[in-house]
Antibody, heavy 120, light 111 residues
């Protein structure tokens, strides 16, 4: 089955870090870019970054470059995103998504999301 | 990079057509044809319904259609059905470091 399975909900205190995972199945992991998007309460969706397992490249949005680390593990077909220095404003649902094919610029497969709550 | 502007809500009766606008700038919506639309039902994963302004993925109803004029993209849902009640988001490719920008989201209600 073609799917992205994300890790479970997280509760963190301000200043802490969190590491999300996104496991791909049903397709050739290295062929596709994987992106991260978040949805904060009352806000729109926000693109955070991407990884390209085949090419070994990655990138993140300007607002997150200092706090986000993107990695992947090809044998387990899993992409990770670590976010540091958490604040309550990071409370959101975090999604991973597959880009159709490199260069397609649309996301044709999404995970169901991981809820992060940041609270003291 | 600012979020693209969508109406907060749009409603219509079954069978009617509705249109959701997505307004950006010459740096995103107006920059290229990489505008896509996503549907999200409560508690479910987002679903791609339109890509490259007006193309539909296999399996998506032809009641969904997209268009673009200048810096504004639009999604039209024709023959509105109860199952179309969901949140809809547009997305544009910017080509810069912050590569993608999303719309603010529109909740569609079927009266």
């Amino acid at each position: 089955q073609v799917q992205l399975v994300q890790s479970g909900p997280e509760v963190k205190k301000p200043g802490a870090s969190v590491k999300f995972s996104c496991k791909a199945s049903g397709y050739t992991f290295t062929t596709y870019y994987t992106h991260w998007v978040r949805h904060a309460p009352g806000q729109g969706l926000e693109w955070m970054g991407f990884v390209n397992p085949r090419g070994g490249t990655k990138g993140s949005a300007d607002d997150f470059q200092d706090r986000v680390t993107l990695t992947w593990d090809t044998p387990t077909r899993t992409v990770y995103m670590q976010v540091t220095s958490l604040t309550p404003e990071d409370t959101a649902v975090y999604y991973c998504a597959r880009e159709g094919m490199p260069g397609d610029k649309y996301f044709d497969l999404w995970g169901r999301g991981t809820l992060l709550t940041v609270s003291s | 990079q600012s979020a693209l502007t969508q109406p907060a809500s749009v409603s219509g009766s079954p069978g009617q057509s509705i249109t959701i606008s997505c307004t950006g700038s010459s740096s995103d919506v107006g920059a290229n044809y990489h505008v896509s639309w996503y549907q999200q039902h409560p508690g479910e994963a987002l679903k791609l319904i339109v890509f490259d302004v007006n193309s539909r993925p296999s399996g998506v109803s032809n009641r969904f259609s997209g268009s673009k004029s200048g810096n504004t993209a639009s999604l039209t849902i024709s023959g509105l059905q109860a199952e179309d009640e969901a949140d809809y988001y547009c997305k544009a490719f910017t080509g810069i470091t912050t590569a993608y920008v999303f719309g603010t989201g529109t909740r569609v209600s079927v009266l």
